[in-house]
């Protein structure tokens, strides 16, 4: 039985009780929202070792971070030594997205170096597969991509992406557009190849039903995933974006008839004044579930500070409902991301989601903004380092220019505003 099932039922699983617990909701009230869609608890059945996440409605904001091997850079070493960074600094899944290298063996150990969820993209490794047995990687069938689906589910994989709404619709819709940047997701991109190369439509969107079997053996996530999201501002919210979002839509509707947990992937390059509305079309048209986007990065033409960009998306998105940012790193457009720019990512965004969690009013959220306005008050740096969401940045950066007066820091000196008023009470 799913979790979705169970919720149905009225049982109130330990599982359910652990994450209620974590996030300060009543047990009945989470399970609802499992149950009616709006809330999904991740963990796979095979992983007892972590502990179950919860993603949704009335939930804390969570963080992913992508890590992952690439053809031409591929060193599991480092993968694992970024997966504990983007733990340590605070992400709540880690993403193995590689395409290089050994991906059973990668994705194995890196899901050993991080005690939290982790997602995987499974068609990457059907696509490498293929690549190394035909001349193309097109040439996989859809056997091929379901076979590897399983694999991935059968290691302990705790949530998916599957790009289903990639289909001959939405491809049409595009091709009317006109669009700026095309596809710029990795998968859809795949996708869309596999289905000219094959003159059919995308195996994942037809056999959707096949994959609902697959999910509900493993109890496993489904992050629906965006191949249609736009990778320039120009292109935010045009015909093929929301065509592959309503087909989001409708298949949630048919997993969770199934009892599958669904999340819902959105973009993407989007400007400020649409990611709003982008939010709330996901809502009405995928009924509440999880959100879960890439920044949004909010202009097209910051290459090397686009963790910014996306951070700003990102805590406007969070604000208006999206429930799970996936983080964006200095290294976007540029190149594979080394362990620094997973650190500058994931703290990017946790500060997005800690603003979006402090302006929906979460008590949590708002006892660790005055302890921090407490600690400052009574100038207690160690008690500002222990609130800090980067502890070991806010230290170093003090240290670099201690004052004569070490109660105070370098900028203000002895005439520190606090300091002043203390003195002079």
Same mark, same amino acid.
């Given at each position: 039985?799913?979790?979705?099932?169970?919720?149905?039922?009225?049982?109130?699983?330990?599982?359910?009780?652990?994450?209620?617990?974590?996030? +300060?909701?009543?047990?009945?009230?989470?399970?609802?929202?499992?149950?009616?869609?709006?809330?999904?608890?991740?963990?796979? =059945?095979?992983?007892?070792?972590?502990?179950?996440?919860?993603?949704?409605?009335?939930? %804390?904001? *969570?963080?992913?971070?992508?890590?992952?091997?690439?053809?031409?850079? $591929?060193?599991?070493?480092?993968?694992?030594?970024?997966?504990?960074?983007?733990?340590?600094? +605070? &992400?709540?899944?880690?993403?193995?997205? $590689?395409?290089?290298?050994?991906?059973?063996? /990668?994705?194995?150990?890196?899901?050993?170096?991080?005690?939290?969820?982790?997602?995987?993209?499974? /068609?990457?490794?059907? @696509? @490498?597969? &293929?690549? $190394?047995?035909?001349?193309?990687?097109?040439?996989?069938?859809?056997?091929?991509?379901?076979?590897?689906?399983?694999?991935?589910?059968?290691?302990?994989?705790?949530?998916?992406?599957?790009? %289903?709404?990639?289909?001959?619709?939405?491809?049409?819709?595009?091709?009317?557009?006109?669009?700026?940047?095309?596809?710029?997701?990795?998968?859809?991109?795949?996708?869309?190849?596999?289905?000219?190369?094959?003159?059919?439509?995308?195996?994942?969107?037809?056999?959707?039903?096949?994959?609902?079997?697959?999910?509900?053996?493993?109890?496993?996530?489904?992050?629906?995933?965006?191949?249609?999201?736009?990778?320039?501002?120009?292109?935010?919210?045009?015909r093929a974006q929301i065509q592959e979002l309503i087909t989001l839509g409708e298949l949630q509707s048919r997993a969770l008839e199934r009892g599958v947990q669904v999340i819902i992937e959105g973009p993407g390059h989007v400007p400020l004044d649409q990611i709003q509305a982008n939010v709330h079309l996901e809502k009405q048209l995928c009924h509440g579930a999880p959100f879960y986007v890439l920044g949004p990065l909010v202009t097209d033409?910051?290459? +090397?500070?686009?963790?910014?960009?996306?951070?700003?998306?990102?805590?406007?998105? @969070?604000? &208006?409902?999206?429930?799970?940012?996936?983080?964006?790193?200095?290294?976007?457009?540029?190149?594979?991301?080394?362990?620094?720019?997973?650190?500058?990512?994931?703290?990017?965004?946790?500060?997005?989601?800690?603003?979006?969690?402090?302006?929906?009013?979460? *008590?949590?959220? =708002?006892?660790?903004?005055?302890?921090?306005? !407490?600690?400052? !008050?009574?100038?207690?740096?160690?008690?500002?380092? !222990?609130?800090?969401?980067?502890?070991?940045?806010? *230290?170093?950066?003090?240290? =670099?220019?201690?004052?004569?007066?070490?109660?105070? %820091?370098?900028?203000?000196?002895?005439? %520190?505003? /606090?300091?002043? =008023? !203390?003195?002079?009470?």
């Amino acid at each position: 039985m799913t979790r979705v099932q169970e919720a149905r039922e009225g049982r109130l699983t330990e599982e359910v009780r652990q994450v209620a617990g974590d996030e +300060g909701v009543r047990p009945e009230e989470l399970s609802a929202l499992v149950a009616g869609g709006r809330a999904v608890i991740t963990r796979n =059945q095979m992983r007892t070792d972590i502990a179950p996440l919860g993603i949704g409605e009335g939930l %804390c904001v *969570k963080v992913n971070a992508n890590v992952g091997t690439s053809r031409d850079v $591929s060193d599991v070493l480092t993968e694992i030594q970024k997966t504990r960074v983007a733990v340590k600094a +605070g &992400a709540n899944t880690v993403m193995d997205l $590689s395409t290089g290298g050994d991906l059973a063996d /990668i994705r194995r150990k890196i899901m050993e170096a991080a005690r939290v969820p982790i997602g995987t993209v499974p /068609i990457y490794e059907a @696509a @490498a597969r &293929a690549l $190394s047995k035909h001349s193309s990687f097109c040439e996989m069938s859809p056997d091929d991509i379901f076979l590897v689906i399983e694999e991935h589910l059968e290691s302990g994989v705790d949530f998916i992406t599957v790009h %289903c709404g990639v289909n001959q619709e939405a491809l049409s819709r595009m091709k009317s557009e006109g669009r700026l940047m095309d596809v710029v997701s990795r998968g859809g991109a795949m996708s869309i190849a596999w289905m000219r190369h094959n003159r059919r439509d995308n195996p994942l969107y037809t056999d959707f039903e096949r994959l609902c079997d697959l999910a509900v053996r493993y109890d496993a996530t489904l992050s629906l995933g965006d191949g249609f999201r736009p990778g320039a501002t120009a292109d935010a919210t045009d015909r093929a974006q929301i065509q592959e979002l309503i087909t989001l839509g409708e298949l949630q509707s048919r997993a969770l008839e199934r009892g599958v947990q669904v999340i819902i992937e959105g973009p993407g390059h989007v400007p400020l004044d649409q990611i709003q509305a982008n939010v709330h079309l996901e809502k009405q048209l995928c009924h509440g579930a999880p959100f879960y986007v890439l920044g949004p990065l909010v202009t097209d033409v910051a290459p +090397g500070y686009d963790h910014i960009t996306g951070a700003i998306g990102g805590a406007l998105a @969070a604000w &208006a409902g999206a429930d799970f940012l996936c983080y964006v790193t200095p290294a976007e457009h540029l190149r594979l991301p080394d362990t620094q720019d997973v650190h500058d990512g994931v703290i990017a965004s946790k500060i997005s989601a800690l603003a979006a969690d402090l302006a929906h009013g979460r *008590k949590d959220a =708002q006892a660790r903004e005055r302890a921090m306005a !407490k600690c400052r !008050k009574s100038l207690d740096w160690d008690g500002m380092y !222990k609130h800090a969401i980067d502890p070991e940045k806010a *230290k170093n950066t003090r240290a =670099q220019a201690l004052p004569m007066n070490s109660e105070v %820091c370098s900028m203000c000196g002895e005439f %520190c505003a /606090i300091k002043v =008023q !203390k003195d002079s009470e």
